[in-house]
C-alpha cells in the first residue's frame, strides 16, 4: 500500500481548471512538509511547489505562479488547485513527502514518499 494516494486528474481543454488531491495513508501526514511535482514524457520531474506542516512557507516554481496554488488540511489532504491550464502542463502530477519530515525543499532526490501519480491531459 502506498503511502501517499493522488486522485484528481483528466482530461481537460485549455484554459480550464482541475483540482488533485493527495491522501495520505500512513504517513503521519501532519509532521511532514508536503511538494506536489510533475513528470511530461521523455522529461525528468520538475517541482511545482511546496508547503510546510503548518502551511506557513510555500514555495512555487515559476512555470506555475499565479496559476496553481497548494493547500493542505491537516486532519486529511494536499490539494493542488490548478487553473488557466496550458497544453504544456500535460504530465503525470505526484505528491511526495521528504525523508526529513520538516524539510522544505524543492529538489525531487529529498523527496522519500510519492505517490503512484495521476495523469493530466489538457487539450489545445
Known amino acids: 500500500q502506498e503511502e501517499l494516494v493522488e486522485s484528481g486528474g483528466g482530461t481537460v481543454q485549455a484554459g480550464g481548471s482541475l483540482t488533485l488531491s493527495c491522501t495520505p495513508s500512513?504517513?503521519?501526514?501532519?509532521?511532514?512538509?508536503m511538494g506536489w511535482f510533475r513528470q511530461a514524457p521523455g522529461k525528468e520531474r520538475e517541482f511545482l511547489a511546496v508547503?510546510?506542516?503548518?502551511?506557513?512557507?510555500i514555495y512555487y516554481a515559476d512555470s506555475v505562479k499565479g496559476r496553481f496554488t497548494i493547500s493542505r488540511d491537516n486532519a486529511d489532504k494536499l490539494y493542488l488547485q490548478m487553473n488557466t491550464l496550458k497544453p504544456e502542463d500535460t504530465a503525470v502530477y505526484y505528491c511526495?513527502?521528504?525523508?526529513?519530515?520538516?524539510?522544505?525543499?524543492?529538489?525531487?532526490?529529498?523527496?522519500?514518499?510519492w505517490g503512484q501519480g495521476t495523469q493530466v491531459t489538457v487539450s489545445s
Open positions: 508547503i510546510s506542516r503548518i502551511s506557513g512557507t
Open positions: 500512513k504517513l503521519d501526514f501532519e509532521d511532514y512538509s
Open positions: 511526495a513527502a521528504p525523508f526529513r519530515p520538516k524539510f522544505i525543499t524543492t529538489t525531487p532526490s529529498d523527496f522519500y514518499y
